[in-house]
């Protein structure tokens, strides 16, 4: 590659040249070059309004479906789809059919992953077949490169396993990803337990039903030790209870999702099932706790827990359909309605300290790991802005602002 990106205002607090406008030469696969101007010999030019570039975003929750749903989404379509909306890296779950829960399977996605721009990092399942009874083969994933091991969307019912979990992964530094939701306080709940869902007749899920897990999986790291994420939090005294544990020294991170910070179970009116999420989206008073959360450093980073359902099981009763939404396409816009673009790109680079993959600052001798954004402008989320193979996306008709043009990763610019 030998390209000149022109007039591009670098966001990164780790770089000398953080905030400023400048020209970036890239040869032979390292930035060779930042100036504030700079002369183009044999070089092409990159010339993009209002072009903005920070340390390539990481996705620390994606489904793609394959091997066993490809109608949904492929591996190679989905990184070329998380490239298009400014992920240099994702972390794949291990929701697909077989589910990723040894070595050889870990072997298999990433063989799929070869040579694409965006980098893939498989989580492999903590339990066999993610029915929380023995745990999987962790230590022969994490040699054959899983970087983290947890069910997706699936709580750890068994206390004594998590225990068990916290205690084996540390021999090797291994992450459990747990997600906490209590299934007996659930129940046959769809929707978060509150007004929408009480003048909709739908069955409710208390946010207690997530606290109550986060609160005994909390104790529990505090007894084993050891380090424990909790991938998607919904409810203000899950944020609470982490914010306690992390003042206590625990080693606990966490993650929320895009439409959780953006949206309310107000959504739910009409039944569309494009808003049947797990979590289930809830009132304001839990959302304005998690944008709290994510100012204040209690939730590490943001997802797009971007999850691809095929129209088969979305276009079905409220009751009946599958829970997902996708979310790599709208993540970057919908965020920047909520969030400070300094706080965005953050929340959006932080997986990486989390899974081990921290980029240097952006300077000169630096391969570069880079996304491409303008912070600026409005438009709302339409059907021609989904690229996955689902079109599952409860942004539809969404206002964004600001616009991904893309990335440049393993030598690679997708634009």
């Known amino acids: ?6 007039k591009a205002t670098i966001i990164d607090p780790k770089s000398l040249f953080h905030k400023q406008t400048v020209d970036i030469r890239i040869s032979e696969g390292k930035i060779s070059r930042i100036a504030e101007s700079i002369d183009t010999i044999d070089a092409e030019e990159l010339i ?26 492929t591996i190679a379509n989905g990184l070329h789809v998380a490239g298009k909306s400014g992920f240099t890296a994702v972390a794949l779950q291990p929701n697909s059919n077989p589910v990723i829960d040894n070595q050889s399977q870990i072997s298999f996605v990433l063989s799929k992953s070869k040579d694409a721009a965006t980098d893939l990092y498989p989580i492999g399942a903590l339990t066999k077949n993610s029915d929380g009874k023995d745990l999987a083969e962790l230590f022969d994933m994490k040699n054959a490169g899983a970087v983290a091991f947890g069910d997706y969307g ?18 090797f530094d291994g992450l459990p990803i747990v997600f906490a939701q209590d299934m007996h306080v659930k129940g046959n709940g769809v929707a978060h337990e509150g007004i929408a869902a009480t003048r909709l007749g739908l069955k409710g899920i208390p946010a207690l039903a997530e606290a109550l897990h986060v609160a005994r999986n909390l104790y529990v790291l505090e007894y084993t030790g050891g380090r424990l994420h909790i991938p998607t939090v919904s409810a203000a005294e899950s944020v609470q209870l982490i914010r306690e544990a992390k003042a206590k020294g625990l080693r606990v991170s966490c993650g929320v999702g895009v439409h959780h910070l953006v949206m309310t179970d107000e959504q739910l009116e009409g039944f569309d099932t494009r808003y049947k999420v797990t979590p289930p989206l809830r009132d304001e008073r839990h959302r304005e706790a998690l944008l709290k959360g994510v100012l204040d450093g209690t939730i590490d980073m943001i997802t797009s827990d971007h999850n691809p359902i095929d129209i088969e099981h979305k276009k079905m009763e409220f009751d009946l359909a599958k829970d997902g939404t ?21 929340k959006l680079t932080a997986a990486r300290l989390l899974f081990g993959t921290e980029n240097e600052a952006i300077k000169e001798g630096f391969s570069p790991n880079i996304t491409l954004f303008n912070p600026e402008g409005n438009s709302v989320f339409t059907k021609g802005n989904i690229l996955s193979k689902s079109k599952n996306s409860a942004f539809l008709g969404a206002k964004m602002q600001g616009k991904v043009y893309g990335i440049i990763n393993n030598g690679k610019l997708v634009i």
């Not at 590659?1 to 022109?6: E, K, T």
């Not at 903005?52 to 949904?72: I, K």
């Not at 699936?154 to 021999?171: F, R, V």
């Open 326 to 346: 996708i979310g790599l396409e709208s993540a970057f816009g919908a965020l920047m309605t909520v969030l400070p673009l300094d706080v965005v790109v953050e």
């Open 154 to 171: 699936k709580s750890m019912e068994n206390a004594n396993l998590l225990k068990i979990a916290l205690q084996y992964t540390q021999d």
């Open 48 to 73: 993009l309004e209002n072009l903005h570039l920070s340390q390539g975003w990481f996705d620390s929750s994606v489904s793609f479906g394959e091997p066993g749903y490809e109608e949904r989404e």
């Open 1 to 6: 590659m030998n390209l000149i990106i022109r």
